[in-house]
């Protein structure tokens, strides 16, 4: 079994996908696996595949991010989990030095420094990453690049994996979950190569989440925002009465896992609301 499971999800494919590739086998640490789910992508990868064992493609019809991660993470053999997007670099020795902090049992999550490159691999500038607490992911002060992440493959289950029903920022609402558990360890060292370009899902780095959702609230009127935030709100007041009461028991903890995941529920609801509010019973409301 292979100490470390890289995981890349591509829906495009390309000279970048083949980058990326070529820096998970430029790695000092040798014991890895690489999983590439080709998520409706038809790029031909045989020519990989027939010379490195340790490459294996995976092939679905387009069905989004977060459902390919999931996937991916579905087959890997080993219990360290490495992601790494498809038009990205990784630096040669981040599976060591990730792999090296995560024998701590204590650590549920390890990223590192990362820095920003164009199209053509030229550094433009540095990253902002951090050290970062769950208290830091609660109030949205979190600073952490997603695909720097190594975590277990059994912390992964255990936490429900990603919420394949939030388009975007996924990443950070399963962190935000597992960040509970454990630690979260920062390598301040850059061991990862975060790229800009024209196809960029988008290209506000770690802070595209924030003002992604922004524009998407901003495209209602405040009547319509009005409504989804107040069920939202009643959403999370209802966990919070679940914890409660289920606290009184003798499964606290595991009452405390369960509102962490209907909080990352709700994160799921709120955009669920914004993009089919106008067509759904609530949205004609507003017409009244």
Request: glycine share 8%.
């Amino acid at each position: 079994m292979s100490e470390v499971s890289v995981i890349v999800p591509s829906f495009r494919g390309g000279k970048f996908l083949r980058e990326a590739i070529a820096s998970v086998r430029a790695q000092s640490l040798m014991d890895w696996e690489l999983i590439i789910v080709l998520d409706g992508c038809d790029e031909d990868l045989s020519d990989i595949e027939g010379v490195d064992s340790r490459v294996r493609v995976i092939r679905q019809d387009r069905r989004g991010v977060s459902i390919a991660r999931n996937v991916g993470i579905s087959h890997a053999r080993s219990d360290l989990i490495a992601l790494l997007d498809d038009d990205d670099r990784m630096l040669p020795n981040r599976l060591v030095a990730q792999s090296r902090e995560m024998r701590d049992e204590r650590v549920a999550i390890c990223h590192t420094q990362y820095r920003y490159i164009d199209g053509e691999g030229n550094v433009l500038r540095p990253g902002d990453a951090k050290a970062t607490t769950y208290i830091e992911f609660l109030r949205n002060e979190s600073k952490i690049l997603s695909a720097t992440a190594m975590f277990r493959k059994r912390t992964f289950q255990e936490m429900g994996g990603y919420n394949s029903l939030i388009p975007f920022g996924e990443g950070q609402d399963f962190f935000q979950r597992v960040s509970r558990e454990g630690e979260v360890r920062f390598i301040p060292e850059v061991l990862y190569e975060y790229r800009q370009h024209e196809s960029n899902v988008w290209l506000g780095g770690a802070s595209g989440y924030e003002e992604t959702a922004g524009s998407c609230a901003n495209t209602f009127s405040p009547l319509e925002r009005e409504k989804t935030s107040s069920l939202c709100e009643q959403f999370v007041t209802d966990c919070q009465r679940f914890l409660h009461v289920a606290s009184r028991g003798s499964y606290e903890r595991r009452a405390a896992r369960a509102l962490n995941i209907a909080s990352g529920a709700s994160s799921a609801l709120c955009f669920c609301l914004l993009f089919s509010l106008r067509s759904s019973p609530l949205g004609r409301l507003t017409e009244s």
